[in-house]
């Protein structure tokens, strides 16, 4: 009994907080407000599905213009006003139904209050307010549909005002577009299609697990190496402080190559259908046009595309027919690991072991190079003598066969990087080049660049700036991919 008066007292005491008059609203009252409110959010939900079907039919026929490259290009300089650029209906009418509904369930909610007498409201008012809302968010949807209609409209206007006055640049900048493009969505869907697959792997096998453990052991002993290196360097050549930041910085670049190379013993099991040597190379093409045009908004820089002598076109030379390729034997492999057509784990063991063997290999031509790298930009003194890191001698690599290659990398004086050596090869098979195959641009590579260069009469040697001579620019590269391709 204490109990229950207590209960009363306190329902007593929370209507008096609230200055309830029970006899202000009927039970009959609130159900009404409640069945007003059910049937305005259905009627505004309804309209909006309604305006979510006009929209779709402006857009459909937008699309005949906004789809075009012309149209995305034209975009790209902001010669169309940003917010009239990709209008997404969906996503417009999918905020404003969020709206409704949150407005709803507060008013819904209220209703609850009142049926429980927790909130106080002249019932004619809060009738009216109902009203209220719903008057106001049907106008929001005819404004939706108005403001995306002249949105729309605008944006074409601006559109064939600018493409008349603009017809040869738009098309000059789309077909840049174009082939930016083709090499964003050819490494995308080749990473795509290679992650499906690694999960479909690491479902069935610790296969890649097992891998990614011997790939980090050989990662650590590579650094050590070079860092012994290094330390030899410097206590053989007694380089500047300059000389001894760039040896860790040719430090980085190393692990990073080391690490690349890695990845093609990864996957070699899988080679005959998919080459991870090719997707490294997307994945390269893709990292360097970014380099030149992605800003820091991550962003197209269409200005700079447009006015730049960079030749897009050699990156992306056969990324499509590349890419169409690698995803087509990904999916295959996919399928076979996921219906159990490959029994990965009696491949664990052979895998890894010919991964460390393979990675030994590699850790013993990069360390040769890297002594060579390091030999290259330090004082001449004394060779660095002796075993080091390995405990062995490892021998000068031989020259490779000239192959049909596309240059594609500018260099810099005493960078190293894989295609060099390429370059070195074909400059010696020209007789431009007499040294050893190592990798680095070094000044005798660079003396065979400028010589080839004045043969081909890419520069006449009376220039005023001589600066940009040994640049492995987009001229001499043209050139030389010009004569390989003979």
Excluded at 240 to 249: L, N, R
Excluded at 355 to 375: A, G
Excluded at 465 to 482: I, V
Aim: with cysteine; glycine share 2%.
């Amino acid at each position: 009994m204490k109990k229950f008066s207590f209960s009363l007292l306190a329902l007593c005491l929370i209507m008096t907080c609230n200055g309830v008059n029970a006899a202000e609203l009927t039970w009959s009252q609130i159900s009404d407000f409640s069945t007003k409110l059910d049937n305005h959010k259905t009627q505004l939900l309804k309209n909006l599905d309604s305006s979510k079907e006009k929209l779709a039919t402006t857009a459909k026929e937008a699309s005949t213009i906004t789809e075009t490259t012309l149209y995305k290009a034209a975009s790209c300089l902001w010669a169309i006003p940003e917010e009239n650029q990709n209008l997404d209906f969906n996503k417009l009418v999918s905020s404003l139904q969020e709206s409704i509904l949150n407005e709803y369930i507060k008013l819904d909610w209220d209703i609850k209050r009142l049926n429980y007498w927790l909130l106080s409201e002249d019932p004619i008012v809060f009738w009216n307010s109902i009203d209220t809302y719903y008057n106001q968010y049907a106008q929001k949807i005819t404004d939706l549909e108005n403001e995306y209609y002249t949105k729309a409209t605008k944006a074409k206007t601006d559109f064939l005002e600018y493409v008349d006055n603009n017809t040869e640049l738009l098309n000059w900048l789309a077909i840049k577009l174009d082939a930016f493009n083709a090499i964003q969505k050819a490494a995308n869907d080749v990473t795509k299609a290679l992650d499906a697959f690694s999960w479909a792997v690491k479902e069935k096998s610790s296969l890649l697990i097992d891998l990614e453990g011997a790939r980090e052991e050989a990662e650590n002993s590579f650094a050590e190496q070079l860092d012994t290196i290094i330390t030899e360097s410097i206590s053989t050549y007694q380089p500047d402080s300059d000389t001894q930041a760039q040896y860790y910085i040719h430090k980085d670049n190393f692990i990073k190559k080391f690490k690349q190379e890695e990845k093609k013993s990864e996957y070699y099991l899988f080679s005959a259908i998919f080459s991870y040597e090719k997707y490294a190379d997307l994945l390269d093409r893709k990292a360097n046009v970014d380099k030149q045009f992605v800003n820091s908004e991550n962003t197209v820089d269409c200005s700079l595309l447009l006015t730049t002598t960079f030749n897009i076109w050699s990156y992306a030379k056969d990324v499509e027919s590349v890419s169409e390729s690698l995803v087509k034997g990904l999916n295959l492999l996919t399928d076979a690991v996921k219906n159990w057509k490959i029994d990965m784990s009696i491949l664990e063991e052979p895998t890894v072991v010919y991964f460390k063997k393979d990675t030994e290999k590699l850790t013993k031509k990069y360390i040769k190079n890297f002594k060579d790298m390091l030999k290259s930009i330090s004082p001449a003194t004394e060779e660095l003598t002796g075993s080091v890191a390995t405990g062995e001698n490892t021998e000068v690599e031989e020259t490779p066969a000239v192959v049909n290659v596309t240059f594609t990398q500018s260099f810099k004086k005493n960078q190293y990087h894989e295609q060099v050596k390429t370059l070195q090869t074909v400059l010696k098979s020209w007789g431009y080049y007499n040294g050893e195959i190592t990798g680095v641009y070094s000044p005798a590579t660079i003396e065979a660049v400028y010589q080839f260069q004045l043969k081909e009469w890419i520069i006449t040697g009376n220039e005023k700036d001589k600066s940009a001579y040994w640049w492995f620019w987009n001229a001499t590269r043209a050139r030389m991919n010009s004569l390989l391709q003979q």
